[in-house]
């Protein structure tokens, strides 16, 4: 089964898909990691990520020592409590876990986010070509923070600080990670879709019921568009991870 180029891989529900999906990208850094001296790997927070980042983390023989990992997006609030931030769910879900050689995550607290995002990005290219790309989707069909009719397939920047869509503040306020967090921040710094496919290979998780919305539109759009950021997957040669509660009913 395929959307475009990009396989797709129904699983039972989000822990059989954490499962399967870390399975999937953990062969493949075990072979990336015997032919390369290091590794590197985008990866993103949410909800969705949850299953797959806690059984990463469990994957043995892999050599995290030569893994560098980047966070793809990041909220910038200069008052957001630290646990609520993207970075902080995937440090402890993983890095702290793991112990990666470096990893690298955008400050939601830099005193000016356009410089934050400069020095993010300077930081991203200076490190060498991403072998891999961890990701979601969200309910407003953005990736990372590439928000409908916010983003160019073309871009020439690699991260940007962005305005956060009104769905997307609605889906972070319904994430059990950000639950305690009284108010979404309104910006966020995120990389672009070309920095994020400029990755070798792509991995796209998406379980849970929240997400069957915007999985059936993604399929009934087969050209991509950037009303529908996800959309472009459909000229990637990646795999897409659903879920039965995220799939679309035609798929099952």
Known sequence: MHYGRTQVIICEDEFDLGQRASSAVA???????SREDEVRIILAAGES??????????????????????????FWDLKIP???????????QLYDKVRPRSYHIPRFDAPEPYEEAHRFEEVLRSAGPTHLLCQGIGTSGHLAFNEPYETDFRDPAWVKVVDIAEQSKKQLADDPNFQGLLQIPVKGITMTIPAMLSATYVYTMVPLALKRNIITRLFETPTP????????????????????????????
């Open 27 to 33: 062969q493949q850094m075990r072979n990336l990691l």
């Open 49 to 74: 990520q949850i299953t797959f980042l806690d059984a990463l983390a469990k994957e043995r023989d892999l050599d995290w020592n030569r893994v560098v990992c980047f966070n793809m997006d990041e």
């Open 225 to 252: 568009t950037e009303a529908l950021p996800a959309s472009i997957l459909s000229t990637v040669e990646g795999t897409l991870f659903l879920d039965r509660h995220s799939s679309p009913e035609s798929l099952l």
């Open 82 to 92: 630290e646990q609520f931030t993207c970075g902080y769910q995937v440090r402890s």
